[in-house]
Structure formats: C-alpha cells, structure tokens
C-alpha cells in the first residue's frame, strides 16, 4: 500500500463470484470522545461496498479486511462534490450580478445552476462508479 492510498477497515458480509460486499463503519470526528453518548453529536453510518471479486484470493464472510482506494480518487471525488460547485455558485453569482441583475435574481439563478450541476453529476454517476474501484486486501500481521 502506497502512503497516500485511503484505507478503510471493513467486514465482510457477502461474498460472491463477481463481486464482495464489504461493510464499513463510517464515523465522525468526534466518536471517539468518552462524551459521544452524552452529548449526541457524535454518529456512526455504516455503508455497504461491493469489490470486484479478486482472481487470487477468496474471502470468508465475517473476515476482517482493508478497502483501499488511490488517493488521487479521493482528491478527485473532492473536487467534483465541493470545489466545482463552488465554483459554479460564484461564477454564476458574478457574472449575473455584474450584468445588472439584482442580488436576489443572482443569487437564485446561482443555487438553480448549482442543482443543475448536481443533476448532471446525478446522471453520469454509472460513469462516476466505474471509475471509483476500490481494492480488497486481506489484513496481515504486518500491519
């Protein structure tokens, strides 16, 4: 594993010819606090990915596993969900504004072209998945 990949420790709940399903527990930062049953703020999501089944090695259901993922998709993924749409919102905002159209038109025009940006992400996300794979590796003791 290269320093930059993202890895994520997973479960398996599935595993098939084609593809394994790999649990994982996705928590915020603050889960961990010895406070996070008090104060409520602290969450735990667990999501479901399916892995392409590896050629070499099989997998039992109940194993432990690492999900890895090139970081370079992570920056990727960064920019798709926050920058570009920032982008978009402050183009549109500053074009429309400096055209004369008042603040609230700009500002409206701005959000709708920003659901329209998400719209189009909505609609090539086949494109988007295949392009985010991740890898399954099996946990050694080295780790």
């Known amino acids: 594993m290269k320093r930059e990949d993202i890895l994520h420790k997973g479960k398996v709940v599935e595993a098939g010819a084609d593809f394994i399903s790999v649990e994982i527990v996705s928590e915020s930062a603050c889960a961990s606090c010895h406070a996070a049953s008090l104060c409520g703020v602290s969450e735990f999501k667990t999501k479901l990915i399916q892995v392409p089944t590896p050629v070499l090695d099989t997998y039992q259901v109940g194993e432990t596993v690492d999900l890895v993922l090139k970081a370079s998709m992570g920056y990727k993924a960064v920019w798709i969900a926050y ?3 920032l982008l978009v919102l ?3 905002i500053l074009i429309l504004f400096s055209l004369g159209l008042g603040e ?3 500002a409206g025009c701005a959000f709708a072209a920003v659901a329209v940006y ?3 992400v909505y ?3 086949g494109r988007l998945k295949d392009e985010y794979v991740f890898e399954i590796r099996k946990i050694t003791n080295n780790n």
């Open 83 to 85: 920058v570009a749409p």
């Open 90 to 92: 402050l183009g549109v």
């Open 104 to 106: 609230l038109v700009s």
């Open 118 to 120: 998400y719209l189009l």
């Open 123 to 125: 609609a090539f996300r």
